[in-house]
């Protein structure tokens, strides 16, 4: 059983930088058609001061967490893990070029089906390079006991 004394621990703090390629590749990825996630110009024109990052691409900027020691800390076997959720909550646009800053902490830690599916509930503070808050991430990581 993964140990609830781990709720409310902070993970290491990370940054990552949204670079433009990435953007484009992921909104192409997630059928996004419109011109302001691709033509830095169409961006530009539409208002805005470079390519905005499409929406849910901090989750996947959220992945270069440097070290997942964490994981093993806590006794997460990755072989047994699933997505169960994710959700996002915006406070202001974020672009290509952009360092972000990724404070995490775990939120929550519970089972169900008697201890068959534990979950482990993460929260993430996002912030830009000038400290402004972009967002806020939720994510839960179930794994699998049986």
């Known amino acids: 059983m993964i140990d609830k004394k781990h709720i409310g621990r902070q993970l290491p703090t990370f940054l990552a930088t949204a670079e433009a390629g990435q953007?484009?590749?992921?909104?192409?990825?997630?059928?996004?058609?419109?011109?302001?996630?691709?033509?830095e110009q169409a961006a530009r024109d539409a208002g805005y001061p470079n390519l905005p990052l499409p929406p849910t691409f901090l989750f996947s900027l959220e992945f270069q967490i440097p070290s997942n020691a964490w994981r093993d800390e806590l006794g997460i076997v990755t072989a047994r893990i699933l997505h169960g959720e994710e959700s996002f909550r915006y406070h202001r646009m974020a672009y290509a070029g952009d360092t972000l800053r990724f404070d995490v902490r775990i939120a929550d830690i519970y089972d169900k089906k008697g201890g068959a599916l534990e979950f482990v509930v993460r929260e993430t503070r996002v912030t830009n390079q000038h400290g402004e808050h972009v967002a806020d991430l939720r994510s839960v990581l179930v794994q699998r006991n049986s």
Do not use: H
């Open 23 to 39: 953007l484009r590749f992921f909104a192409k990825a997630t059928g996004e058609t419109n011109p302001i996630y691709f033509d």
